[in-house]
T-cell receptor
Framework: AQSVTQLGSHVSVSEGALVLLRCNYS??????LFWYVQYPNQGLQLLLK??????LVKGINGFEAEFKKSETSFHLTKPSAHMSDAAEYFC??????????FGTGTLLAVQP | GAGVSQSPRYKVTKRGQDVALRCDPI?????LYWYRQALGQGPEFLTY????????KSGLPNDRFSAERPEGSISTLTIQRTEQRDSAMYRC??????????????FGPGTRLTVL
């Protein structure tokens, strides 16, 4: 069965520091990969996705993620954190079916 | 344009009551999905529709849960004889195409269900 592991349920960074949120997946075939962000009292918003092609994917708000098949990883990064980045981030995979399989989420706190 | 809307945003009910949660997808979106998210967890798939046809209901936890989308637009998720373990955030999403694994799913704000 497909699964997603997000290491670190809580991550805290200083404003201006690098953001690194980890995501590993288990899949017998390369899946489609997604990062969603959830701001308080809002729905899930797509940050970026990998389907095919270039393994480094750029998303909104300066985030990017790199698909590494050999490591079964799809870590999310941003060079410089902003206070407005404080939110919960979910990694998800979509195997051959249409449903998304989500990780348990990482709550990002940004300290001034 | 308008995004996915869900109503009510909050629902408090007593154990044993039936509840109906509504989802209005983005206009023109063919596929509609329901997910459930428990506290501290990621969303878990419940069911999805292409147009009015329910394509996959493998995530519905038991026969108290049902969903319909009779005209291929608005969908209702119904929980009968609610139990405290049904308390969760229920999320709806829609996507443009049928059967496209690369399509983005757009999520609504969710309905927070609390069963007392």
């Amino acid at each position: 069965a497909q699964s997603v592991t997000q290491l670190g349920s809580h991550v805290s960074v200083s404003e201006g520091a690098l953001v690194l949120l980890r995501c590993n997946y288990s899949s017998s075939v390369p899946p489609y990969l997604f990062w969603y962000v959830q701001y308080p009292n809002q729905g899930l918003q797509l940050l970026l996705k990998y389907t095919t092609g270039a393994t480094l994917v750029k998303g909104i708000n300066g985030f990017e993620a790199e698909f590494k098949k050999s490591e079964t990883s799809f870590h999310l990064t941003k060079p410089s954190a902003h206070m407005s980045d404080a939110a919960e981030y979910f990694c998800a995979v979509k195997p051959s079916t249409n449903k998304l399989i989500f990780g348990t989420g990482t709550l990002l706190a940004v300290q001034p | 344009g308008a995004g996915v809307s869900q109503s009510p945003r909050y629902k408090v009910t007593k154990r044993g009551q039936d509840v109906a949660l509504r989802c209005d997808p983005i206009s023109g979106h063919v596929s509609l999905y329901w997910y459930r998210q428990a506290l501290g967890q990621g969303p878990e798939f419940l069911t999805y529709f292409n147009y009015e046809a329910q394509q996959d209901k493998s995530g519905l936890p038991n026969d108290r849960f049902s969903a319909e989308r009779p005209e291929g637009s608005i969908s209702t998720l119904t929980i009968q004889r609610t139990e405290q373990r049904d308390s969760a955030m229920y999320r709806c999403a829609s996507s443009l195409s049928a059967g496209s694994s690369t399509d983005t799913q757009y999520f609504g704000p969710g309905t927070r269900l609390t069963v007392l």
